[in-house]
């Protein structure tokens, strides 16, 4: 093992190219001050993550995903990982509520894209471009297109889950280098994304987790099954 977090662990394979990453059914929030299980967790982050991944790279957007091993784990790309976290925000949703004052789920007139900085022991601060430059976690190129692979991924999921009944109100993404590209990384699931039913406004989503709804494995299987397309073992 190379690297355990709190959601995944990732394993060092034969070839240095490639890792092994495991995802696990362990619950964080709050910079990880309130802890807990969604039973499946794992499972579901897991197949969503290769199912969209495999939908993007139809889309040309370049990932680190190369194929599933079992229920819970995938094989992918070994990246140096930028240390930029991207969210794409298409509702007020979260964070942007508290920090605007406004009504959570107002909707914007164009995708808002925002850059954090990836560190626990800062609990990730968000940055600007002149802060990613000067420090040297990017260069201009790469943040370049770091922002326009994002919002390639916000135009291909949201139809995708719209047709789904899904709103994607925003998501996290995380990118790195391979071999000198650009290359999405980390995951897609409702650990990332802040997923609405469309018909009932329901979060399907870790805000059930963080906000106590309850039914986090029921909304988190749910929205497997409408990516999936049915009714798969989990």
Not at 68 to 96: H, W, Y
Request: hydrophobic content about 40%.
């Amino acid at each position: 093992m190379l690297y355990e977090g709190k959601a995944k662990k990732i394993f060092a394979t034969a070839d240095a190219d490639t890792v092994l990453v495991e995802y696990k059914d362990e619950a964080t929030a709050f910079d990880g001050t309130k802890r807990g299980v969604i039973q499946s967790k794992g499972i579901v982050n897991n197949r969503m993550s290769a199912a969209l991944f495999a939908l993007l790279e139809s889309e040309g957007v370049p990932t680190h995903f190369i194929k599933t091993i079992d229920g819970r784990s995938m094989l992918v790309k070994r990246l140096q990982i930028i240390p930029v976290e991207v969210v794409v925000r298409n509702r007020v949703a979260g964070s942007l509520a508290t920090r605007l004052g406004l009504p959570e789920g107002t909707a914007l007139r164009s995708p808002i894209l925002e850059t954090y900085y990836k560190s626990d022991e800062l609990h990730d601060p968000m940055v600007c471009d002149s802060h990613i430059l000067v420090m040297g976690w990017a260069t201009p190129a790469q943040l370049q297109r770091i922002k326009e692979l994002a919002l390639r991924v916000n135009e291909v999921l949201r139809p995708f889950f719209l047709d789904r009944s899904l709103e994607l109100v925003d998501f996290k993404l995380e990118f790195g280098l391979y071999k000198g590209e650009v290359v999405l990384g980390d995951e897609i699931s409702p650990d990332t994304c802040r997923l609405w039913d469309i018909r009932t406004g329901e979060k399907m989503d870790k805000d059930r987790f963080r906000r106590d709804l309850g039914g986090e494995r029921e909304a988190y299987v749910e929205v497997l099954q409408r990516i999936e397309g049915g009714v798969h073992d989990v």
